[in-house]
C-alpha cells in the first residue's frame, strides 16, 4: 500500500514536464559547455536572460491563448506594429521618453488585440483562421499606411537606446568592462509573476483553465466566455506591445518587416514546456523552461558546430517531438 | 431537403460572386482585363495555386487543417531540382534526357507522398491536433530545404522540363490541361468512391463514423498523403514554370490558399466542401489578383485585402449558420 503511494507520488513528480525539461536543459548546457568552457560563465546567462526577454514575454502571451484551447498568428505582426508606431511617434513629436513609448506599443498592441477579441469572441470564428486573417491585416496596414523605411540606430530616439543599456546591477570585471542583469529579464520575470498570479489566484484566470478544459461546459457552469475571450486577446495584444519596445531597445533598429514569420520559434517553446493546444493544461514554469531551452539550442548551434540554416530545422523538430509526447501522454492517460 | 436548399443558394451565391467580379474588372478595366494574354497569365496561374487549395481542402474536409502544404511543395521542387540541375548535361541525348526528367517528377511525387505520411501518421496514429503537427512538419521540411540548398535558389532546367510549366496545348495552358484533369479525378474519388463518402463521414462526426466501423485512422492517413501528392504536383508546375525553386517560394500562397476554401464553402470544422465550390472560389480570388496586378496594388495591400475578406468571408458564415438556425427551429416548431 505504502509503496504504491510512493510509486505515484514519485510517478507525479516526474511525469510532469517541467521536471524533464530542466534535466534537459542541464544535461545540454554541460554537453555544450565541455566543448566550450566560455559557455556556461555568469556573463553569458545573464545575457541570455536579456536577449531572450522579448521572446518570453511574447511566448507567455501565447501560452495564455494556447491554455484557452486557441491559437494566435497575429502577434508578431502586433508586435511590430506597436514598435514601429512607438518609434515613428516619438521621432516625430520629439519626446525622448521610454514611457511614452511603452505607452502607445501598449495602446496599440491593445486596440489591435481587442479586434482579434471582438472578432473571435463575437463571431466564434475558429481562432486559427482569424488571427492568419488579422495578421496579414494588420502587418499590411502597417507597411501601406503607417510606411515600410527602417528607422536606424542614428534616427532611433536615445531612450531606446539607454533603455537598452539599463542593467539593475552591474558588474565591473577585473580585466576592464562590465556586465549586470539587464532591466529586460526583469520585465519578463514581472510578467511571467503576474500572468500565474492572475491564471492561478483570480477568478478571470480560473475562467480561463476553464474554458480551455472544455468551452460549452464553462458556458453551461455560468462563466462569461465571452468576455473572458476577449479578455485574453487584450493580454497578448499588451503584451506583444511591451515585447515590441524590448525588441527595438536591444537591436536599436526598426525594421517594419521584421518579427512577422517568426511565429514558430515563439510557439515552440509554449509547446515545449508542455502546453497542450487543445487547451486546460499547462504551467507558466513551464513556458520559462521552454523560452530557456529554445534559447539556449538557437545560442549554441554554431557553438557546436552546425550552421545557423539548421536552426529553422531544429525548431520544427522540437515542436514536433514535444507535441508527439504531450499527446501520447494525453492517450495513456485516458486509456488508464 | 432543406440541406439541399442551403448547399445549392451555396453555390448559387458563388457563381454570382464570380460573375459579378467578373463584369466589375471588365466595366472598371476596359481594354486591360478583357484580353487573351490576360486571361492566359490567369490559367497559367490557377493550377499551381488551385492543387494547394485543394490540398488545404482534404485537410479541413476531415476537420484539420495542413500548413506544411508550401514547405512540402519546397521541399519536393528542390529534390526534383537537384536530379534536373545535377545529371543534365549537354551531352545527352533526347531518350536519357526524357529519363532524368522522368526521375525528377517521380522523386518529386515520392517525397511528396513521404511528407504527407509524417503529416497523416502524426495525426492518425500519435493524435496530435493538425494545427500542431503541420506547424511542426511545415518548418522540418522547409528547414530540409533551407539545409540542402544553403538557402540559395537553384535553377537552369532544361528547354523539356519547362514544357510542363509554360507549354501550351490548342492556346490551353499545359498546367491547366494538368489541373482539369486531376479536378476530375477528385471530385470522382470524393463523391463516387468509399473513401470519399468515409472522408466526408470522419469531418461531420468522427465518433459517428467510428462506431459505422469505418477505419477513422487509415482514411486520415490517405487523406494527408493526398494532400502530400497535391502540393507535390503544384510543386512540379511551379519550378517549371518560373525555371527555378528557392527555399521559401510561395509562401503568400498559403493565406490564399485557406481564403479560397472558406470562400468556396469549405467548413474549417470539418464535413462540408465540395470541388466545384473550391473552383468557383479560387477563379473569384484570380480575377481579383489580376485586376489587383493591373492596378499595381503593393502585395502589403493585396494581403490587406485577402485578411479581410477572410475574416468577412468567415463572419457572414457565422450569420449564415444561424439563420439557417433559425429557420431550422420554425420548421420544427410548425
Not at chain 1, 127 to 144: D, E, Q, R, S
Not at chain 1, 296 to 310: A, D, E, T, V
Request: hydrophobic share 50%; with cysteine.
Amino acid at each position: 500500500m505504502t509503496g504504491t503511494i510512493y510509486k505515484s507520488q514519485i510517478q507525479k513528480v516526474f511525469n510532469q514536464n517541467e521536471a524533464y525539461l530542466s534535466l534537459i536543459i542541464v544535461a545540454y548546457s554541460i554537453l555544450v559547455t565541455s566543448l566550450n568552457p566560455s559557455f556556461l560563465s555568469f556573463e553569458n546567462l545573464l545575457d541570455l536572460g536579456k536577449s531572450s526577454a522579448s521572446m518570453g514575454i511574447m511566448a507567455i502571451g501565447v501560452f495564455v491563448v494556447l491554455l484557452s484551447g486557441g491559437i494566435d498568428m497575429s502577434f508578431t505582426a502586433i508586435a511590430i506594429s506597436g514598435q514601429y508606431i512607438a518609434a515613428n511617434v516619438l521621432i516625430a513629436s520629439g519626446v525622448d521618453n521610454i514611457y511614452f513609448a511603452f505607452l502607445i506599443s501598449c495602446l496599440v498592441g491593445l486596440s489591435l488585440g481587442a479586434v482579434n477579441g471582438l472578432i473571435i469572441s463575437y463571431f466564434k470564428i475558429p481562432t486559427f483562421i482569424a488571427t492568419l486573417g488579422t495578421l496579414n491585416v494588420f502587418h499590411g496596414i502597417l507597411l501601406t499606411v503607417v510606411g515600410t523605411k527602417a528607422v536606424n540606430s542614428a534616427q532611433l530616439p536615445d531612450c531606446f537606446k539607454k533603455f537598452g543599456a539599463t542593467n539593475v546591477f552591474t558588474v565591473i570585471k577585473p580585466e576592464g568592462g562590465s556586465y549586470g542583469l539587464s532591466i529586460f529579464t526583469v520585465i519578463f520575470i514581472a510578467v511571467a509573476l503576474l500572468t500565474w498570479f492572475i491564471l492561478t489566484y483570480t477568478q478571470l484566470g480560473r475562467g480561463i483553465y476553464a474554458i480551455g478544459g472544455d468551452m460549452e461546459a464553462a458556458n453551461r457552469a455560468g462563466l462569461n466566455v465571452f468576455s473572458i475571450q476577449f479578455f485574453i486577446y487584450c493580454y497578448v495584444g499588451i503584451l506583444a506591445g511591451i515585447a515590441g519596445v524590448l525588441h527595438v531597445s536591444l537591436i536599436r533598429y526598426s525594421n517594419p518587416t521584421y518579427l512577422v514569420g517568426t511565429e514558430l520559434s515563439v510557439i515552440a517553446p509554449v509547446v515545449l514546456g508542455g502546453t497542450r493546444i487543445t487547451g486546460g493544461s499547462g504551467t507558466v514554469i513551464g513556458t520559462i523552461l521552454g523560452v530557456a531551452m529554445i534559447t539556449l539550442l538557437n545560442k549554441s548551434l554554431i557553438l557546436i558546430g552546425l550552421s545557423s540554416f539548421w536552426q529553422e530545422f531544429f525548431t520544427g523538430v522540437i515542436v514536433a517531438i514535444s507535441v508527439s509526447l504531450s499527446s501520447y501522454q494525453i492517450r495513456k492517460n485516458m486509456m488508464i | 431537403m432543406f440541406n439541399q436548399y442551403v448547399k445549392h443558394s451555396r453555390t448559387t451565391i458563388l457563381f454570382f460572386m464570380m460573375l459579378g467580379a467578373f463584369i466589375i474588372m471588365s466595366l472598371f478595366l476596359p481594354g486591360k482585363f478583357l484580353t487573351l494574354s490576360n486571361f492566359q497569365s490567369i490559367a497559367s496561374q490557377i493550377p499551381e495555386f488551385g492543387l494547394l487549395a485543394i490540398a488545404i481542402m482534404l485537410a479541413m474536409l476531415t476537420g484539420g487543417i495542413d500548413l506544411s502544404i508550401i514547405s512540402t511543395a519546397n521541399l519536393a521542387g528542390v529534390g526534383a531540382a537537384l536530379i534536373l540541375t545535377k545529371y543534365s548535361l549537354p551531352q545527352l541525348g533526347a531518350y536519357e534526357e526524357s529519363y532524368i526528367i522522368f526521375l525528377a517528377i517521380v522523386s518529386a511525387i515520392g517525397i511528396s507522398l513521404l511528407c504527407g505520411l509524417i503529416n497523416g501518421l502524426l495525426i492518425a496514429y500519435i493524435k496530435v491536433p493538425a494545427i500542431l503537427a503541420t506547424l511542426g512538419t511545415m518548418s522540418i521540411f522547409s528547414g530540409i530545404a533551407i539545409v540542402i540548398t544553403k538557402g540559395y535558389g537553384i535553377q537552369g532546367f532544361s528547354e523539356k522540363f519547362l514544357y510542363i510549366g509554360s507549354g501550351t496545348i490548342l492556346a490551353i495552358p499545359m498546367p491547366m490541361i494538368i489541373f482539369i484533369v486531376f479536378i476530375l479525378l477528385m471530385s470522382l474519388i470524393l463523391n463516387r468512391t468509399s473513401y470519399g463518402f468515409n472522408l466526408y463521414m470522419l469531418g461531420s462526426n468522427p465518433v459517428a463514423s467510428r462506431f459505422s466501423g469505418i477505419n477513422n485512422r487509415g482514411i486520415l492517413v490517405r487523406t494527408y498523403i493526398l494532400s502530400g501528392l497535391c502540393s507535390g504536383l503544384a510543386s512540379i508546375i511551379m519550378i517549371s514554370r518560373v525555371n527555378s525553386i528557392r527555399p521559401g517560394y510561395g509562401s503568400a500562397y498559403l493565406l490564399q490558399a485557406i481564403l479560397v476554401c472558406v470562400l468556396g464553402g469549405v467548413d474549417p470544422s470539418g464535413g462540408y466542401g465540395n470541388i466545384s465550390g473550391l473552383v468557383m472560389g479560387i477563379i473569384v480570388l484570380q480575377i481579383l489578383q489580376s485586376g489587383f496586378n493591373i492596378l499595381s496594388f503593393s502585395p502589403f495591400f493585396k494581403n490587406v485585402v485577402w485578411g479581410l475578406m477572410l475574416i468577412l468571408v468567415m463572419i457572414l458564415n457565422f450569420y449564415s449558420s444561424r439563420y439557417t438556425q433559425k429557420i431550422r427551429k420554425k420548421l420544427k416548431v410548425d
